[in-house]
């Protein structure tokens, strides 16, 4: 045999390899935990529908997009670009990235909330951390990151695999453990536990819940490169996800079950889904008569994979913005980079928007009501950003004799064009549904604070993907390259600065007008920025 024959032997990637990379990405122990605190033991019920009708297609129509846009790497802005346009392309990189704020701000949280598990063993930080400081340690936890990602990427992203890997190996100890633990006698705390307790009520709470369900298993586009990577992918990646469904379902079911051992479904602690994932690897330990030892290896797992997560989530989602979306749109103060090749300006964003989005809900009555508030944005912006996914599957096939692909999902068009709608529509809903704010009362005045900032970071993720284009253009105009000069720049930021504070200050005070003052601070800002942004002193003529 050739060494060439050998070489491409090795470079294929195998079904179950692809499949294990696939179910990291995927699904992970909070998931569970996360929308067990949504819909208690009916979950179960709603994880094997999702399964069937969400997962399986959504996974093997990213396959096909991966299939047939294999020469520009499969990404997903990539997918957009190829059938609607450099603009769309541009905006779906920008929203996939607008979408990734709330997430590693919630990866930090995590960071924060772990390492108070990991040295205090106990849920103390809760309870002695204002909310305040714990916006202060996240932000501390970003800086740090940002300056050593640099130095760590390549390693970190090792790490952050070996993570995944130990994260799952937890999940899995956690099942085998509390089914062990029931064959002994245990004690079960869901009573009844029988059929009517594992079925929906489907009602408005129950939709509003499905947004994170779909943030929980979404993820799956990020190996769509690989798919033609394997040696038969006609046959191979249907293998592949049949096997990630079957991990999936045993993940989601039996771990479910098992939290129902754990956690009485009918009565769940307010803050589980902040710190659910150490009460039940804590009650493990209880039953085994080990102490604390299952949580401390657990709480030690979650902050070595988080933490090496973030730094590779901070590094690659800035590179993939400045990359992907090249100069037509993307202003040249972001596309800069240091003597390293770091697009630092990228990351200072990256920065101020985490540190606004903090903002946001630093006014929330405690730490758990911000975990949960930012957890529950991530079921909004996540979703959202996968509409695009299933709008690039419907155009390719709509247009599929421009776009023939190795691995075909549904050879029938009319049904494939189906399928893709009903991913679409069922996706788009739960987006809209779960702007709606969880776990607190409704109506209450929580409530409408959580769902206008909601509506806050929504409008300015998704703005300013909107008005960077513009910037762009000014720079494009301007004799000396630049959108704006050093005194508008400095004057714009200073008018954002005093309204954000005077915002963030009002939100927290007991004045009966506050939001009707923080309306009007709003608009005296806009109004000032578009005043002092407006003349283009060096415009070409």
Same mark, same amino acid.
């Given at each position: 045999?050739?060494?060439?024959?050998?070489?491409?032997?090795?470079?294929?990637?195998?079904?179950?390899?692809?499949?294990?990379?696939?179910?990291?990405?995927?699904?992970?122990?909070?998931?569970?935990?996360?929308?067990?605190?949504?819909?208690?033991?009916?979950?179960?019920?709603?994880?094997?529908?999702?399964?069937?009708?969400?997962?399986?297609?959504?996974?093997?129509?990213?396959?096909?997009?991966?299939?047939?846009?294999?020469?520009?790497?499969?990404?997903?802005?990539?997918?957009?670009?190829?059938?609607?346009?450099?603009?769309?392309?541009?905006?779906?990189?920008?929203?996939?990235?607008?979408?990734?704020?709330?997430?590693?701000?919630? &990866?930090?949280?995590?960071?924060?909330?772990?390492?108070?598990?990991?040295?205090?063993?106990?849920?103390?930080?809760?309870?002695?951390?204002?909310?305040?400081?714990?916006?202060?340690?996240?932000?501390?936890?970003?800086?740090?990151?940002?300056?050593?990602?640099?130095?760590?990427?390549?390693?970190?992203?090792?790490?952050?695999?070996?993570?995944?890997?130990?994260?799952?190996?937890?999940?899995?100890?956690?099942?085998?453990?509390?089914?062990?633990?029931?064959?002994?006698?245990?004690?079960?705390?869901?009573?009844?536990?029988?059929?009517?307790?594992?079925?929906?009520?489907?009602?408005?709470?129950?939709?509003?819940?499905?947004?994170?369900?779909?943030?929980?298993?979404?993820?799956?586009?990020?190996?769509?490169?690989?798919?033609?990577?394997?040696?038969?992918?006609?046959?191979?990646?249907?293998?592949?996800?049949?096997?990630?469904?079957?991990?999936?379902?045993?993940?989601?079911?039996?771990?479910?079950?098992?939290?129902?051992?754990?956690?009485?479904?009918?009565?769940?602690?307010?803050?589980?889904?902040?710190?659910?994932?150490?009460?039940?690897?804590?009650?493990?330990?209880?039953?085994?008569?080990?102490?604390?030892?299952?949580?401390?290896?657990?709480?030690?797992?979650?902050?070595?994979?988080?933490?090496?997560?973030?730094?590779?989530?901070?590094?690659?989602?800035?590179?993939?913005?400045?990359?992907?979306?090249?100069?037509?749109?993307?202003?040249?103060?972001?596309?800069?980079?240091?003597?390293?090749?770091?697009?630092?300006?990228?990351?200072?964003?990256?920065?101020?928007?985490?540190?606004?989005?903090?903002?946001?809900?630093?006014?929330?009555?405690?730490?758990?009501?911000?975990?949960?508030?930012?957890?529950?944005?991530?079921?909004?912006?996540?979703?959202?950003? &996968?509409?695009?996914?299933?709008?690039?599957?419907?155009?390719?096939?709509?247009?599929?004799?421009?776009?023939?692909?190795?691995?075909?999902?549904?050879?029938?068009?009319?049904?494939?064009?189906?399928?893709?709608?009903?991913?679409?529509?069922?996706?788009?809903?739960? &987006?809209?549904?779960?702007?709606?704010?969880?776990?607190?009362?409704?109506?209450?005045?929580?409530?409408?604070?959580?769902?206008?900032?909601?509506?806050?970071?929504?409008?300015?993720?998704?703005?300013?993907?909107?008005?960077?284009?513009?910037?762009?253009?000014?720079?494009?105009?301007?004799?000396?390259?630049?959108?704006?000069?050093?005194?508008?720049?400095?004057?714009?930021?200073?008018?954002?600065?005093?309204?954000?504070?005077?915002?963030?200050?009002?939100?927290?005070?007991?004045?009966?007008?506050?939001?009707?003052?923080?309306?009007?601070?709003?608009?005296?800002?806009?109004?000032?920025?578009?005043?002092?942004?407006?003349?283009?002193?060096?415009?070409?003529?």
């Amino acid at each position: 045999m050739s060494d060439l024959s050998k070489t491409t032997k090795k470079s294929y990637i195998s079904w179950p390899v692809l499949a294990l990379m696939d179910f990291v990405t995927v699904i992970g122990f909070d998931d569970l935990i996360y929308n067990f605190q949504n819909q208690g033991l009916s979950v179960i019920t709603s994880w094997i529908i999702m399964l069937f009708f969400y997962v399986i297609p959504y996974s093997l129509m990213v396959g096909h997009l991966g299939s047939a846009f294999s020469n520009e790497g499969g990404g997903l802005s990539s997918w957009v670009r190829g059938t609607s346009g450099e603009f769309l392309g541009y905006f779906t990189a920008w929203t996939y990235w607008a979408a990734s704020i709330p997430y590693v701000v919630d &990866t930090a949280n995590s960071i924060v909330v772990g390492l108070g598990w990991a040295f205090n063993g106990n849920d103390h930080l809760e309870h002695t951390l204002s909310n305040s400081m714990f916006a202060l340690l996240s932000l501390i936890v970003f800086v740090v990151f940002i300056a050593i990602q640099s130095r760590f990427k390549h390693s970190m992203e090792i790490l952050s695999t070996i993570g995944g890997i130990a994260m799952f190996g937890m999940t899995v100890l956690f099942v085998i453990m509390t089914i062990t633990a029931i064959a002994m006698g245990g004690h079960i705390a869901t009573q009844p536990m029988n059929l009517h307790a594992i079925l929906p009520k489907f009602n408005f709470k129950y939709f509003a819940t499905v947004g994170m369900l779909i943030y929980a298993m979404n993820g799956a586009e990020l190996v769509a490169p690989f798919v033609t990577r394997m040696k038969k992918p006609k046959t191979d990646f249907p293998k592949a996800m049949i096997m990630l469904a079957v991990m999936t379902a045993f993940l989601t079911i039996f771990g479910s079950f098992s939290l129902g051992v754990f956690f009485n479904a009918h009565h769940l602690p307010n803050d589980l889904k902040m710190n659910g994932s150490y009460y039940a690897f804590q009650a493990l330990g209880r039953h085994y008569h080990v102490g604390n030892l299952f949580m401390y290896c657990f709480a030690w797992t979650e902050v070595f994979y988080l933490a090496a997560l973030l730094a590779v989530l901070l590094d690659a989602m800035t590179r993939m913005l400045i990359s992907d979306t090249g100069t037509k749109y993307m202003p040249k103060f972001l596309r800069k980079t240091n003597a390293a090749g770091l697009p630092i300006n990228g990351y200072i964003l990256t920065c101020v928007l985490s540190a606004f989005i903090i903002g946001l809900g630093i006014f929330l009555p405690d730490m758990n009501d911000i975990f949960n508030w930012l957890l529950n944005l991530n079921g909004i912006v996540s979703p959202g950003v &996968t509409c695009w996914i299933f709008f690039a599957f419907i155009m390719v096939r709509l247009k599929q004799n421009q776009f023939p692909s190795t691995y075909v999902y549904i050879k029938n068009r009319k049904f494939a064009l189906v399928v893709g709608w009903w991913m679409l529509i069922v996706t788009a809903i739960a &987006t809209i549904l779960g702007i709606a704010p969880q776990d607190v009362t409704t109506f209450s005045g929580t409530w409408w604070y959580e769902l206008t900032i909601n509506l806050i970071a929504i409008i300015v993720l998704v703005g300013l993907g909107i008005i960077l284009p513009y910037i762009t253009r000014r720079e494009q105009r301007s004799t000396t390259g630049v959108a704006f000069t050093k005194l508008q720049w400095l004057s714009m930021v200073g008018v954002l600065l005093v309204a954000l504070i005077s915002a963030f200050y009002l939100g927290g005070t007991h004045l009966t007008s506050r939001w009707w003052l923080i309306g009007i601070i709003t608009g005296l800002a806009a109004v000032l920025l578009i005043i002092i942004g407006k003349p283009e002193h060096d415009r070409q003529n």
